[in-house]
């Protein structure tokens, strides 16, 4: 247990110290300061938004209407023959 502790405070001890720096930070905010100033501005142009095109705004909502219904009047004829087959009408 003695050796476990003496251990963990001697690398503590030197993780600790290896991490302290001794470099001063200070000089960064004025090395930042002193960047010169572009001798040609280039000013970024803004982009005009283009109307969506038609085929955007009737093809596609048109086209999943009609797979829509396609799907709808699928399931249902599908449920009339299966109903059609299963049950059978008996006369008396």
């Known amino acids: 247990m003695k ?6 405070l001697l690398i503590l001890s030197i993780s600790s110290s290896a991490f302290s720096s001794t470099y001063d930070y200070s000089n960064i905010s004025d090395e930042h300061e002193q960047v010169p100033i572009p001798a040609i501005v280039i000013e970024e142009e803004e982009e005009v938004q283009e109307d969506p095109q038609w085929t955007y705004k009737f093809l596609i909502p048109t086209s999943v209407a009609i797979a829509t219904l396609v799907i709808i ?3 249902v004829q599908y449920f009339r023959q299966v109903t059609k087959k ?6 008396k």
Do not use: A, T
């Open 73 to 75: 009047g699928n399931i």
């Open 3 to 8: 050796k476990f502790i003496l251990s963990s």
């Open 86 to 91: 299963r049950y059978k009408v008996i006369k």
